[in-house]
């Protein structure tokens, strides 16, 4: 296991963003993520350190944005490195993380859009783009949308709101924020997979997924040289506080 001081409780932490900062504090130089590399047939790894440093660079983007704290941001992309970065920045700027199925239903995606009142929207590419360009109309609660990967604009008709995250967030120096947010406040709305009708947004503070990882974290000898294996979506529950938080 690892040492006593990388153990960080719900108290100490306070809210996800203070988990994550304390974190980086603790342990900058530890590996937090190992990412394969397909262009570089390798896998690439990032310390504390390096993933902090991204969280302040998405953060400096989303604060040029037209958002407030308790607005909500969805993101719908496969598990990366950046899905985790992107929850981090919003958290630590009081925003709300709406997470989606890359393999959703336009249409159910369109009708958690509308009903969390997401204003921003991440994605992967061109594909999840083309997938929801039968239900673009219907997303108009969202005001920006944000690629990892560049989308021909010759390819579809225009829309404003799309932008690169590499023109959207470019790199340099920027400060890590983590806004002072009620414990008991929302984090997340965790959309149910809508098998019996619509689906429905379960909503969850800071508290219960601290306090769940805390839990998790006393059942098993688990420590900061340990490796996990990110294998459900992200945007399951269960993944995001056990394999994550």
């Known amino acids: 296991?690892?040492?006593?001081?990388?153990?960080?409780?719900?108290?100490?932490?306070?809210?996800?963003?203070?988990?994550?900062?304390?974190?980086?504090?603790?342990?900058?130089?530890?590996?937090?993520?190992?990412?394969?590399?397909?262009?570089?047939?390798?896998?690439?790894?990032?310390?504390?350190?390096?993933?902090?440093?991204?969280?302040?660079?998405?953060?400096?983007?989303?604060q040029k944005e037209a958002l407030s704290p308790g607005d909500r941001v969805a993101v719908m992309l496969r598990n990366c490195q950046e899905w985790v970065i992107f929850d981090q920045a919003c958290l630590g700027l009081g925003l709300i993380?709406?997470?989606?199925?890359?393999d959703d239903r336009p249409d159910n995606i369109a009708y958690i859009l509308k009903d969390a009142g997401a204003k921003l929207l991440l994605l992967g590419g061109r594909q999840q783009w083309k997938r929801l360009q039968e239900v673009r109309e219907r997303l108009d609660t969202v005001n920006r949308i944000i690629t990892l990967q560049p989308v021909d604009p010759a390819e579809f008709p225009e829309d404003k709101r799309l932008r690169c995250l590499d023109e959207w967030a470019p790199e340099g120096d920027h400060e890590l924020v983590t806004r002072e947010v009620d414990p008991d406040a929302l984090a997340t709305v965790?959309?149910?997979?809508?098998?019996?009708?619509?689906?429905?947004?379960?909503?969850?503070?800071?508290?219960?997924?601290?306090?769940?990882?805390?839990?998790?974290?006393?059942?098993?000898?688990?420590g900061g040289e340990d490796l996990f294996l990110s294998f459900l979506p992200l945007s399951h529950t269960l993944e995001r506080t056990g394999g994550c938080y």
């Open 190 to 222: 965790v959309y149910t997979s809508g098998t019996t009708g619509r689906s429905k947004g379960v909503m969850l503070t800071h508290q219960n997924i601290l306090q769940n990882a805390y839990a998790a974290q006393q059942c098993a000898p688990m």
């Open 97 to 102: 993380t709406v997470p989606l199925y890359t």
């Open 1 to 62: 296991m690892g040492e006593p001081n990388h153990v960080i409780t719900p108290g100490e932490a306070g809210t996800l963003a203070g988990l994550f900062r304390e974190r980086v504090k603790r342990s900058p130089g530890m590996v937090a993520y190992k990412q394969y590399d397909p262009s570089a047939s390798e896998w690439v790894s990032r310390n504390w350190q390096q993933v902090g440093a991204q969280v302040a660079r998405w953060q400096s983007a989303l």
